[in-house]
């Protein structure tokens, strides 16, 4: 970290003089290629309601981990988020039941387990406002490191699986027909996505956190022309609504997670602008 700090203090902003908003800064640079990169595959696979189920889940193993008194209630979050991922996986292989219907009964279930769970003898659900709001700027060097692991580990996934899930995304019946493990792909991405929901929760906050999930693909596709312009801008748009929403919050005394997200809408606005035109 004291490289980081060193290189900060070479640029020439003022926000910059407090240590938090560097790691405000470092943790918006690597958190943005996450969500750019998941955002792709979100967007393609039509499972956004999936991501926002998972935040509610993630929700209530936080809960859990609390009443257990665990120091660390983000790692029981992450466990109960790819349990649930894994079990929604298994139960949508073997249903006829439509994706979006699925969804909807896991979140609803998720989502009232987490606040019975949080509310259970009186407790005052105050002490979980952190994880609904979120706070980036109180992101810990050791949050900052977990967090480019987890970059690593979802770009050397990108290398090896994303023509697979593309493919599987947009005609699961032609990536069967030619040998690609449909329902392996999909799990592997659906836990890709447990891990980066959760890891992020207390730094943007369940509220919002869908929102940067799918509007940078969003947006990308608007105006891209092809499969690898369309991963490129997603996580270039992602870093510019990440680093305009930073210096909004830090100006204007703003959430940092609401500033990205309302950057994200605008530029998803703009895209769609563009997109007419060029239509």
């Not at 040998?179 to 929760?201: D, E, R």
Request: charged content about 10%.
């Amino acid at each position: 970290m004291s490289v980081w700090y060193w290189l900060c203090e070479l640029l020439p902003l003022e926000m910059l003089r407090w240590d938090f908003i560097k790691n405000a800064l470092l943790a918006i640079l690597i958190m943005s290629p996450l969500f750019g990169l998941l955002s792709t595959m979100i967007v393609t696979g039509r499972m956004s309601f999936f991501s926002d189920a998972l935040g509610h889940s993630a929700f209530t193993g936080i809960a859990i981990g609390c009443i257990c008194g665990i120091a660390a209630p983000i790692w029981m979050a992450v466990a109960f988020s790819v349990a649930f991922a894994l079990l929604f996986s298994f139960v949508r292989s073997r249903s006829n039941q439509a994706a979006d219907t699925l969804i909807g009964v896991f979140s609803s279930t998720a989502v009232a387990l987490g606040i019975f769970i949080a509310t259970l003898g009186g407790d005052s659900f105050t002490r979980y406002n952190k994880y609904l709001i979120g706070d980036i700027l109180s992101v810990t060097p050791d949050q900052i490191g977990t967090l480019a692991l987890v970059l690593a580990a979802v770009l050397v996934f990108w290398v090896l699986f994303s023509n697979q899930l593309t493919l599987t995304a947009v005609h699961p019946q032609l990536a069967g027909s030619r040998g690609i493990p449909v329902g392996l792909s999909q799990t592997l991405f659906t836990t890709a996505i447990a891990v980066v929901v959760t890891l992020t929760i207390s730094s943007v906050g369940l509220l919002i956190l869908n929102s940067l999930l799918v509007l940078p693909g969003a947006s990308a596709r608007n105006i891209a022309r092809n499969l690898k312009q369309y991963h490129i801008l997603s996580v270039v748009l992602a870093l510019i609504a990440g680093l305009a929403g930073l210096f909004i919050s830090y100006y204007l005394g703003t959430s940092a997670g609401a500033s990205i997200s309302l950057c994200l809408g605008a530029i998803f606005g703009i895209c769609f602008c563009f997109r007419k035109r060029r239509a």
